[in-house]
Every structure is written in structure tokens, then in C-alpha cells.
């Protein structure tokens, strides 16, 4: 098994003001100054707490089954459904994967929540879901130009919960990786701790490649990925 582990600054992820703005709902000529203010404060105190970390494990013991549409990886089964088998069944490799933007954001969100600044709560939550993206965004990056000079692409990144994808199954890939791997435990209701965490899979292989995400498959409305490319 190949094993990398990253750390991230928070500005190599390249977070915007503009981008948070969008996310929230805000849109380009709206008056939005108090807003824009706020987010400008809370990047700025994310960069400050933020611990950003990812790390992966490649394993080449990997076997699908095209009748019920799973994937073995190491002799345990994943159910990953249609759309993800899709995508990554020319793999002869697979990727599992944990990033993490560490616990003070979420601890940050939950203290204003509780204070009833619900804007600021607000905010807190949807920077902490794009670093922890954004560092996914990198750590797939740097396993893309790790494979390259040997011929192979790699997949989109999948994770439990999404395209049909059972969040259960959450527990099964903590099975294939460490106690405490990334800094990350897993809750009995499969819920990670710290929370604003992703984990994964991502295919490798010859005969694989990145496909925009097949939204039009999936009836998810909430999917980040969905809103990334809205």
C-alpha cells in the first residue's frame, strides 16, 4: 500500500470573500457590505485555527462486481450503487481518503449557534465545508500528478452518502484505514469527528478519466457538488 499524508496553509486553498458570498446566496451587485465584512473576519480567523490536513491510502486489492454493482477493496464489500460504479469500475487501484479542516471551526460555529448569532454561525459552517473541499480539491491534485508519469488518470472522488452511495458504509471504510487516520474518529451514527471532515474513494487506473459530475443522474438537491456547478 502507497500512504501520503498532507498539510495544507490556509492560503494555498484560495478561499474568496466573493465565493462565500455566493454560496450563502448573496449575488454580484447586491448590497452586501455588513455581510462581506463578516466573512472577511471569519477567513481571517480560519487561517488562524484552521489545522488542514489530508491523507490517503492507495490499495490494489480491488475486485467489482458488475452484477450487484459493488466494489471489494481489501475483502470488504462496498455497495457504492450505480452511478459511482460507473465511474470508477476501469480502476485497477482505488484511493481511500480523509481530509480534514480541523475541529475549531466547527467548535466556532456550534459556540455562535448557541449564542444566537445565527449569521455568524451560518458563516462559520459554510467556510469550514469549502476549506475542507478545497484541501480535497489539492490532495486530489497532488495524487493526479503523482500517477501521471506512469500512464494512469484518476476519477472523481466519491463519498458515502452521495450519488446513491449509503452513508452507512462510512464504517466500512474506517476499516481500511487507521484508528485516528487525518485525526478523524467516526461516530456510531457515521458522523466524523471533527465535522467539517470528508472522506472517500477515487479510482486509478488506464482506462479511467475526471467526468463532470453526473448531477443529471442524482435527485440529491443538497450534494456540494451540485452547488459547485450550478
Request: proline fraction near 2%; charge should be neutral.
Amino acid at each position: 500500500m502507497t500512504k501520503s499524508t498532507f498539510h495544507f496553509e490556509f492560503n494555498d486553498l484560495n478561499l474568496s470573500v466573493s465565493q462565500i458570498e455566493g454560496i450563502i446566496g448573496y449575488k454580484e451587485g447586491e448590497d452586501s457590505a455588513l455581510v462581506s465584512g463578516l466573512i472577511g473576519e471569519i477567513l481571517k480567523e480560519s487561517e488562524k485555527i484552521c489545522n488542514i490536513k489530508a491523507e490517503y491510502i492507495i490499495y490494489k486489492d480491488i475486485l467489482f462486481n458488475y452484477a450487484d454493482k459493488s466494489l471489494n477493496i481489501s475483502e470488504i464489500n462496498f455497495q457504492i450503487k450505480r452511478i459511482v460504479f460507473s465511474q470508477i469500475k476501469g480502476s485497477d487501484s482505488v484511493v481511500v481518503f480523509l481530509c480534514t479542516a480541523g475541529k475549531e471551526i466547527g467548535i466556532k460555529s456550534r459556540e455562535a449557534m448557541h449564542e444566537k448569532d445565527l449569521l455568524r454561525g451560518y458563516i462559520y459552517d459554510v467556510v469550514g465545508s469549502e476549506i475542507v473541499e478545497a484541501a480535497a480539491d489539492l490532495m486530489q491534485n497532488e495524487l493526479e500528478k503523482s500517477v501521471i508519469s506512469s500512464g494512469k488518470k484518476i476519477t472523481n472522488r466519491y463519498s458515502p452518502g452521495y450519488c446513491g452511495w449509503y452513508v452507512g458504509e462510512q464504517h466500512k471504510l474506517f476499516q481500511l484505514v487507521p484508528d485516528n487516520y487525518c485525526g478523524i474518529r467516526l461516530t456510531p451514527s457515521a458522523l466524523m469527528d471533527p465535522v467539517k471532515s470528508v472522506s472517500g474513494i477515487i479510482g486509478i487506473g488506464e482506462q479511467v478519466k475526471m467526468n463532470p459530475y453526473t448531477c443529471g443522474l442524482c435527485d440529491q438537491k443538497d450534494c456540494i457538488y451540485r452547488k459547485k456547478r450550478q
